[in-house]
């Protein structure tokens, strides 16, 4: 039984006092996945159309959607926290830089674990990373290509964003006590 009112997330059709800014995850994951937009212009213009063609070919078709789900996913968790942490900061620019940001550190990191993991496989266990011939490439162009495409998953996400407030509903009424008089006697008495 509900003896305390209850929150309830409720979108406005404009902004009015208490209002925050709200997006359902799956709008975040949507997002999360066109920010790979950037990862598609690299991966096609830095070599051949019909080698990149081949890749995929060659088993992209079920590698490519399987880093696509959790790239997606990752940056939709990070957007989620993100916009939680922003929802009462009404400011375009903060958002953008915030989120240019982290995309910048997460996607450093996660060049770093994935070179370490990487350089531990080829040369049994050493983790010897900073030798690796990609190395400086993935120190300066990782926090770049992450910067832009959590630029570019934001913009896709202001279409998704509400507002939103929360309301509280009174407690529900007690249906299962008997009150004399009512209409229902036979129905309690059933129960």
């Known amino acids: 039984m509900a003896t305390a009112p209850k929150p309830l997330r409720t979108s406005?059709?404009?902004?009015?006092?208490g209002a925050f800014l709200y997006?359902?995850?799956?709008?975040?994951?949507?997002a999360g996945a066109a920010s790979l937009i950037p990862f598609m212009i690299i991966y096609f213009t830095t070599q051949p159309f019909g080698a990149?063609?081949?890749t995929l070919t060659m088993g992209g078709f079920i590698i490519g959607p399987a880093v696509l789900a959790i790239f997606a996913t990752?940056?939709?968790?990070?957007?989620?926290?993100?916009l939680h942490r922003l929802r009462f900061d009404f400011r375009t620019w903060v958002h953008y830089t915030v989120y240019a940001i982290a995309g910048a550190i997460g996607?450093?990191?996660?060049a770093i674990v994935s070179l370490i993991l990487v350089q531990a496989y080829n040369t049994e266990g050493s983790l010897d990373f900073w030798n690796a011939s990609a190395f400086a490439g993935f120190m300066w162009a990782s926090p770049l290509l992450g910067a832009v495409s959590s630029i570019v998953g934001r913009r896709t996400l202001a279409a998704g964003i509400r507002w939103t407030?929360?309301?509280?509903?009174?407690?529900l009424p007690d249906v299962f006590t008997y009150v004399e008089g009512k209409h229902d006697r036979d129905e309690f008495q059933r129960m």
Do not use: D, T
Not at 12 to 17: F, G
Not at 107 to 110: G, H, P
């Open 52 to 54: 990149a063609v081949q």
């Open 107 to 110: 996607l450093w990191l996660l």
């Open 165 to 171: 407030i929360i309301r509280e509903r009174p407690p």
């Open 74 to 82: 990752l940056w939709a968790l990070m957007s989620y926290g993100l």
């Open 23 to 30: 997006a359902q995850f799956g709008v975040h994951w949507r």
């Open 12 to 17: 406005v059709k404009e902004q009015e006092p």
